[in-house]
C-alpha cells in the first residue's frame, strides 16, 4: 500500500472514532446544556406568531395587590371576579391560584361559586415534597387539574406534561392546561381519542409522549406524559385583562365569550416565575422568568392549535437517527479537513484562509439545516454533530500536518548535523557576546538609575520654592486691593511661574522621550485664551526690544477644541521664545488658520498609516520674525538636539533643544513642523496639526475662581500636615479663605494626635514629612482602634508616576503634585467630600474677548473720540501716560460717559497692552483739536 492511499484511509479512521467520541460525551451529558440552549435560540429566532384569538389571560399585577391590599387575594374579592368572568360567558375557566384553606372575608360565597360554575378547573399541587391540596368542592366534581411543570437542570421549562400519576392516591391525573384544553375542544365537538401505543388523537393532532434519550433526556426523566413544548410565545402573544378590569367591569363581553380564561399571578412578589427559552438573546445568561399562567397558557394553546389548525407538534430524532448525524458529519469533517490541508501544502502554506473558510461554510450549512429542519417540527442534534466537524476537520488536519512534519524533520535533521559544527566555533562567540551584553546592560541599568535619582531630586528642589511662589501669587490675585495694573502683572508672574512648572515637567518628559515612554493627553483647550496668554507672558520682552508682536487669525479658526494643551503651548512658546530672541529689529508674528487641502494630505501621507479622527480639522500655525535668517546648510541639521545655529552660538542663548523636542512633540499629535529661513530674510516655522473641534458648551465652563463654600452644607474639618511653613501656610489660608475650617500641622505625632481629637473630614499629607514620612503616618493612622474616617489625600513633589502609585497603595485617596493649582485642591476636595462652591462671575474678559481684532481696536481709537473729552482730563491723561501710570489712566477712564463704551474698552485695551506712547499721543493730539475749534 503507497503512502498516499495510507493517508487517505488513516484519514477515514478518524470519523468513526471521533464519532465514538462524541457520542459517548454526549451519553455523559457534557452537550447536554449547550444543546439545549440551541435549541432556545431557535425558539428566539424564529418569527413571532400571531396573537392566541382562543385563550384570555386575567393577571394579577404589583398593581391589582396595591388596590386590593392583601394577598393571597381574600375569597370575597376571588368569588365577586369570578361571578363577574362567569356572567361574560367563558367556554372555560382556569384558575391557577390555590384555594385550600379559607382567605378573609367571603369563604362561604366563594364556595357558593365553586358549587354553581361547572367549567370553572382548579388546581392541586402533587409533585415535590410540599403537597397543596385543591379546593375540595371542584375535587368532588372532577374539576381539578395540577400545577406541576418539568424544569430542566438549567431551570428552564422546556417539556409540557400532560398527566402524571398521583404518588399518594396512585391514580393519573391531567394538568390545568389539558383540562381546559379538552373541556375548549368538547364544546366545538372535538374529543380526545387513546389509543394502546399511548398515542392521543385529537382533532388533527397526534400526541406521542417524549421517547427516551429524545432530545438529549434520559430514560424515564421526570416521570408521567411528557411532550415538547412548541411555545406560542411571552405573554405578550396573549391577550390580558387585569383583574382591577374584571371588578370594575371594564371587560366587554365579546372578549371572553366561548373563550378560556386563565386566571393567574403575574405579579413579581409572589414569585409564582419559571424559566424559559424567553429573555435576553445570548447562550450564555439565564432567560427572563415567565409567569406560570402564561405557562399554561402556551400549554393549552399548543394543544388547541394542534388539534384545530394542525399547528406542527415538535419531535426529536430516535437514537440510530442521532447517531448517523453525527457519523455523517464527522466523515464531512474528516475528509474535507484532509483536501483543504492537502490543498495548502501544494502552495507551501502551513495553515491558510481554506481551512477557516471551509469550517465556517461547513458550521454554517450544519446550523441552517437544523434551523429548517425546527421550523419544520424536528428537534436535531445540533452541538454534537457540530462538535463532530470540529474535531475530526482538526484532527484529519492534523494527521495530514504531522506527515509533513516528518518529512520536514528528516530535512530538519541533515541540516543540525552541519549546524553542529557551526554551533561549536558559535558557542564561544555567543558566550563572550552574552557577557558584554549583560555588562552594557547592567552599565546602562546604573546610569538610568542614576538619571532617574537626579531626576526626581531637583524635581524636588525646583518644585518645593515654585509651590511657594504659584501659591503665594494665586492669593495675591484674590487680594480686592489690588488695582488693575497690579493684578496684570501678578497674573504674568503666575503665567509664568506656571510656564516653568511646564519646563520643568519637560524635563521629566524628556526622560521618557529616550525611553519611548511619552504620551499624549486630549484637553478641552480654548485657543483663544491660549493665545493671549502667551501674548501677556512673552508682550513684555518684545517691548524691552523694540519689537512689534502680533498674533493674528483667522475668522473661521475654531476657538474650542481637544488636543494635548501642554504640548502645543510647549511648542508655541518654544518658537515664539526663539524668534524673538534672535530678532533685532522688526518683528514678530504668530498667525493661525486652517491649512489647505494640499498641505492636509502631505501630512496624512506621513502618518505611516496611523489613524487619524475622520471629524478632525487641520490648524496652520506660522511664526514669522525678521531676524538674520539660517544658512542653508544648517537647516538640514536644524531639528537635531545640541545643534545650534551660527546665530545663536554668537547669541550665546539656549542649548539646542527646543526646536528638537517641539519636533518630537509635532510628530507625536501627528502633526509636522517645517523651516523654511534664508540669510538676513528671516525665518518663518510653520506647524500643521489636527485638532478635534468642540462646541463651545462641551468645554468646561467652571473656569472661575472659587470664592466659597455654597449655602447648606456642613462644616468642612481640613488638616494640613506639610514639613515646610511656607507650604504649610500656604495651603491653609487658601482653604481658611473660602470658608474651611481649617489647622496646620508638621509632624507625624501631631497628625494622629489631630485625627483622634478633632476628626478632620479630610487630611492634606505631606509624603516627605520630618522625621517618619507621609507614609509611615499612615500606617499609625490605619493600626489604631478607630481609625479615622477622613479622606487622606497626597501632597508630593516627586512628579513621577510611581509616586503616585505608591501613594495609592499606602492607602491615600488622591495624589497631587507640587506646587498645585488651587482649583486642583478645589477639585479633588468636591470630588471626595462632595463640596458644592461659590463662583466668581467670570466670563471671559474684555481683553480676551476683543483680542482677535486687538488691532483693529487699536486702530480705530482717535483724537476726534477724546476731543469730546474735559480738557482738565485730556491733560491729567497726558501726564499719566508719560509717567506710564497705569492705576492713574484707568481711574480717568472711569470717568468716561457710559454712552462712550467703545472708547472706554478701547482704551483700556491699550493700557494693557503698554501703549502709553500712542495715548499720549492721541491727547495731545485731541487737545490741539480743542484750541483750533
Request: aromatic fraction near 8%; proline fraction near 5%; charge should be negative.
Amino acid at each position: 500500500m503507497d503512502l498516499k492511499s495510507w493517508r487517505w484511509r488513516g484519514a477515514l479512521f478518524i470519523a468513526p472514532i471521533v464519532t465514538v467520541l462524541v457520542l459517548g460525551s454526549d451519553a455523559l451529558g457534557i452537550f447536554r446544556l449547550l444543546e439545549w440552549a440551541s435549541h432556545d435560540l431557535f425558539f428566539r429566532l424564529r418569527s413571532q406568531e400571531s396573537t392566541e384569538a382562543e385563550i384570555v389571560i386575567v393577571t394579577i399585577d404589583e398593581a391589582d395587590l396595591t388596590a386590593i391590599g392583601d394577598w393571597p387575594i381574600p375569597d370575597a374579592t376571588l368569588a365577586k371576579a369570578l361571578t363577574q368572568l362567569r356572567a361574560l360567558g367563558p367556554s372555560v375557566m382556569g384558575l391557577d391560584l390555590y384555594r385550600d384553606l379559607p382567605e378573609g372575608t367571603g369563604h362561604q360565597a366563594l364556595l357558593e361559586v365553586f358549587r354553581s360554575t361547572p367549567n370553572l378547573i382548579g388546581v392541586e399541587t402533587i409533585l415535590g415534597n410540599q403537597r397543596v391540596a385543591p379546593p375540595s368542592i371542584l375535587e368532588k366534581a372532577g374539576q381539578v387539574g395540577f400545577a406541576d411543570f418539568l424544569t430542566d437542570p438549567d431551570r428552564k421549562i422546556r417539556r409540557g406534561l400532560l398527566t402524571v400519576e398521583d404518588p399518594v392516591q396512585g391514580v393519573d391525573k391531567h394538568a390545568l392546561s389539558v383540562h381546559v384544553a379538552f373541556r375548549h375542544l368538547q364544546e366545538q365537538g372535538i374529543t380526545a381519542q387513546e389509543s394502546d401505543g399511548e398515542e392521543i388523537r385529537i382533532g388533527k393532532a397526534v400526541f406521542t409522549p417524549l421517547k427516551p434519550a429524545e432530545v438529549g433526556y434520559k430514560p424515564r426523566e421526570g416521570g408521567g406524559y411528557q411532550i415538547l413544548m412548541n411555545w406560542r410565545g411571552p405573554i405578550s402573544r396573549f391577550q390580558t385583562f387585569s383583574l382591577t378590569e374584571v371588578l370594575n367591569g371594564q371587560v366587554p363581553e365579546a372578549a371572553i365569550r366561548d373563550r378560556i380564561v386563565l386566571i393567574g399571578s403575574t405579579a413579581v412578589s409572589t414569585n409564582d416565575f419559571f424559566g424559559t427559552p424567553y429573555g435576553n438573546r445570548t447562550w450564555f445568561t439565564d432567560a427572563e422568568p415567565m409567569a406560570g399562567v402564561v405557562i399554561h397558557a402556551n400549554l393549552a394553546s399548543q394543544m388547541i392549535q394542534s388539534a384545530k389548525s394542525g399547528r406542527l407538534l415538535l419531535r426529536g430524532w430516535p437514537i440510530p437517527g442521532q447517531w448517523f448525524w453525527v457519523l455523517v458529519w464527522a466523515s464531512i469533517g474528516s475528509v474535507g479537513g484532509l483536501c483543504l490541508d492537502r490543498a495548502n501544502a501544494s502552495q507551501k502554506v502551513l495553515f491558510g484562509l481554506r481551512e477557516v473558510g471551509g469550517i465556517l461554510s461547513a458550521t454554517s450549512i450544519l446550523i441552517g439545516s437544523t434551523y429548517w429542519a425546527f421550523l419544520n417540527g424536528w428537534l436535531i442534534p445540533v452541538v454534537p454533530p457540530l462538535a463532530a466537524l470540529l474535531f475530526s476537520g482538526i484532527a484529519a488536519i492534523s494527521w495530514h500536518k504531522q506527515e509533513r512534519l516528518e518529512v520536514a524533520n528528516t530535512q530538519l535533521a541533515q541540516v543540525n548535523q552541519q549546524l553542529r559544527g557551526y554551533a561549536k566555533t558559535l558557542e564561544v562567540r555567543v558566550a563572550e557576546r552574552t557577557q558584554a551584553l549583560a555588562q552594557a546592560k547592567e552599565a546602562a541599568d546604573d546610569a538610568n538609575q542614576a538619571k532617574s535619582r537626579f531626576l526626581a531630586n531637583m524635581s524636588h528642589e525646583l518644585r518645593t520654592p515654585l509651590n511657594a511662589i504659584l501659591g503665594f501669587t494665586q492669593l495675591m490675585i484674590r487680594d480686592v486691593n489690588l488695582d488693575v495694573t497690579q493684578r496684570e502683572r501678578t497674573e504674568i508672574i503666575s503665567h509664568s511661574g506656571e510656564h516653568l512648572l511646564s519646563l520643568i515637567d519637560d524635563v521629566l518628559v524628556l526622560s521618557k522621550i529616550e525611553a519611548g515612554q511619552m504620551t499624549l493627553s486630549s484637553d478641552r483647550m480654548d485657543l483663544y485664551r491660549l493665545l493671549q496668554t502667551l501674548k501677556e507672558m512673552l508682550q513684555l520682552e518684545a517691548k524691552t526690544k523694540g519689537l512689534q508682536f502680533l498674533i493674528q487669525w483667522a475668522s473661521d479658526v475654531p476657538q474650542h477644541m481637544a488636543t494635548d494643551q501642554n504640548r502645543l503651548r510647549q511648542i508655541l512658546i518654544n518658537l515664539l521664545s526663539n524668534a524673538i530672541k534672535f530678532t533685532r529689529s522688526g518683528g514678530v508674528t504668530l498667525r493661525v488658520q486652517l491649512a489647505e487641502q494640499d498641505q492636509i494630505t502631505d501630512i496624512i501621507e506621513s502618518l505611516d498609516g496611523r489613524e487619524t479622527s475622520p471629524t478632525a480639522c487641520y490648524l496652520y500655525f506660522e511664526v514669522e520674525d525678521t531676524g538674520p535668517g539660517i544658512e542653508p546648510e544648517e537647516l538640514q541639521q536644524i531639528f537635531e538636539p545640541f545643534i545650534q545655529t551660527r546665530t545663536g552660538k554668537q547669541a550665546q542663548k539656549g542649548t539646542g533643544l527646543g526646536l528638537a523636542i517641539s519636533q518630537q512633540f509635532a510628530q507625536l499629535m501627528q502633526g509636522k513642523l517645517a523651516v523654511a529661513s534664508a540669510p538676513d530674510k528671516g525665518t518663518t516655522v510653520s506647524l500643521i496639526l489636527p485638532v478635534q473641534p468642540m462646541a463651545e458648551n462641551r468645554v468646561p465652563q467652571r473656569s472661575q475662581r472659587v470664592v466659597g463654600i455654597a449655602p447648606l452644607q456642613p462644616v468642612y474639618r481640613i488638616l494640613v500636615a506639610e514639613g515646610r511653613w511656607e507650604s504649610r501656610n500656604l495651603l491653609g489660608a487658601l482653604l481658611e479663605l473660602v470658608g474651611f475650617e481649617v489647622r496646620t500641622v508638621e509632624s507625624g505625632a501631631e497628625v494622629i494626635a489631630a485625627c483622634q481629637s478633632w476628626h478632620p473630614d479630610a487630611v492634606f499629607l505631606d509624603l516627605q514629612l520630618p522625621s517618619e514620612g507621609g507614609e509611615r503616618v499612615l500606617q499609625h493612622l490605619t493600626a489604631l482602634e478607630e481609625p479615622p474616617q477622613g479622606v487622606v489625600i497626597a501632597l508630593s513633589t516627586n512628579a513621577f508616576e510611581q509616586e503616585r502609585t505608591r501613594a495609592l497603595a499606602a492607602g491615600c485617596h488622591d495624589c497631587i503634585y507640587k506646587p498645585f493649582q488651587e482649583e486642583t485642591i478645589f477639585t479633588a476636595l468636591a470630588e471626595h467630600l462632595g463640596v458644592q462652591y461659590l463662583y466668581e462671575e467670570d466670563p471671559l474678559s474684555p481683553s480676551v474677548r476683543s483680542f482677535g481684532t486687538h488691532e483693529s481696536v487699536l486702530e480705530s481709537l482717535s483724537a476726534e473720540q477724546l476731543a469730546h473729552m474735559p480738557t482738565d482730563w485730556l491733560t491729567q491723561l497726558d501726564w499719566a501716560a508719560q509717567r506710564l501710570d497705569a492705576s492713574a489712566i484707568l481711574t480717568l477712564i472711569e470717568q468716561i460717559p457710559e454712552v462712550q463704551l467703545d472708547l472706554t474698552n478701547a482704551l483700556k485695551q491699550t493700557v494693557k497692552e503698554f501703549e502709553f506712547w500712542q495715548i499720549m499721543t492721541l491727547a495731545q493730539e485731541a487737545q490741539q483739536l480743542q484750541s483750533t475749534a
